[in-house]
């Protein structure tokens, strides 16, 4: 035992010091921060007069149009966000548009009022936000109209369209109400899968190029005279595996003291330690599967085909993440908790959630416990027997005999 902590501190010092480690640290921290300030910036966004041409064949619609939109977006100084323009015909319009007179053009027939069709047309439709306040102020005109028709008066018109407010509380088992935070809900489990997701691609890549350094190192054959390969592939899965916890830990901090700053609870403290097993036993058991892969090639290029099927399988529940939240009791996402590639990252969905019986807690971290040791066994017998390999590259049939031997 001593020997596999003495590895596992000398590959946790050597890396933790190394530049590229600082590197890898900082890169997922950058790729979000890029990720969040164009969001917060198209949130903001519209800060801009926007010129709008109407090609006009439905006088009663436009005029009221025009109020609503003046009505409803201005900016802080009271100027109004939209300017519109009317047009007799569609290619005024048009040329107005080329000439970038005007930003968009909006086309509303006679017919509307039946129909509840119109157009729209701009030099780039990328500005969804302007499409959207356009297209539901011109739907909640069409709707007044529709009842004054019916000759009911504007002002209970308003008021009988007006949306009703519903607001969120979360009752805990204590029966605790808390406000709900819809958004918070989906981006909290969203928020850890993505750690653990990130942990294990960049961790996972280099651990891997360890053990293909330590295969083509002849250096490796004077480490066995002391250690057995076992042991030597247990230090280096737990040494780098602490590592990627280092890491995780460091983004999980940042999390929480931005929710504590912002006063939004990205995470239930009472939840954190069980789904803190989830992520130990769901890194160490990629990076089992890394260390055997690493231990199959003579060089990266030729492992990274390999690679790319692991790194598939934990995509799958990252890019499924919102569909396995809202049906966490649905057959496949109950099946999924069970397939240990998969169970770290679906019973973090499904505890965030408050889907997960405590019988399946206990017998999925149980799963995930065997399975971490089976793969650590796994790595060592297969690393033993590969490094007397040279230039030959590795069978599944005599990978095979190397698991059973």
Do not use: C
């Not at 058991?285 to 030729?302: K, M, P, R, V």
């Amino acid at each position: 035992m001593n020997r596999i902590l003495n590895i596992m501190k000398w590959e946790f010092m050597v890396r933790f010091r190394s530049k590229m480690f600082l590197i890898s640290l900082f890169m997922p921290l950058i790729f979000m921060v890029f990720s969040i300030i164009p969001a917060m910036l198209m949130d903001k966004g519209g800060d801009s007069e926007v010129k709008v041409g109407i090609v006009n064949h439905a006088e009663h619609i436009t005029s009221k149009f025009k109020k609503n939109i003046g009505n409803k977006y201005q900016f802080d100084d009271g100027k109004p966000k939209y300017w519109i323009f009317d047009y007799e015909n569609f290619d005024e319009a048009k040329t107005a548009l080329q000439e970038k007179t005007i930003d968009a053009i909006m086309v509303i027939p006679a017919g509307i009022m039946d129909t509840s069709k119109s157009k729209y047309f701009a030099r780039s439709l990328s500005n969804f936000k302007v499409i959207d306040e356009l297209r539901n102020t011109l739907s909640h005109t069409v709707i007044l109209q529709r009842m004054e028709n019916q000759g009911v008066a504007v002002e209970m018109a308003e008021s009988i369209s007006k949306r009703v407010r519903m607001d969120t509380f979360e009752v805990n088992k204590e029966g605790k109400l808390t406000e709900g935070n819809e958004l918070m809900v989906l981006l909290g489990p969203f928020f850890f899968v993505f750690l653990l997701v990130m942990a294990v691609f960049i961790n996972g890549q280099l651990l891997l190029r360890s053990v293909i350094e330590e295969r083509t190192n002849r250096m490796v054959e004077i480490l066995l005279s002391t250690v057995s390969a076992r042991e030597l592939m247990t230090g280096k899965i737990l040494g780098l595996g602490s590592l990627g916890m280092v890491q995780i830990l460091f983004y999980l901090s940042i999390g929480v003291i931005y929710g504590m700053v912002k006063g939004i609870e990205i995470v239930r403290f009472d939840e954190l330690p069980i789904l803190f097993i989830y992520f130990l036993t769901g890194y160490f058991f990629f990076a089992s599967i890394y260390a055997t892969l690493g231990t199959l090639f003579d060089n990266e290029q030729d492992a990274q085909q390999s690679m790319s099927i692991v790194s598939i399988i934990a995509m799958v529940p990252l890019m499924g993440s919102f569909y396995f939240m809202a049906n966490p009791t649905a057959l496949v996402t109950k099946i999924l908790s069970f397939v240990p590639p998969m169970t770290p990252f679906m019973m973090i969905l499904r505890i965030s959630s408050d889907a997960a019986e405590p019988w399946e807690i206990a017998a999925t971290v149980v799963l995930m416990i065997v399975s971490v040791w089976g793969m650590m066994t796994l790595a060592g017998k297969i690393f033993r027997t590969a490094l007397l390999m040279y230039g030959k590259r590795a069978t599944l049939p005599e990978i095979w005999r190397w698991i059973r031997a």
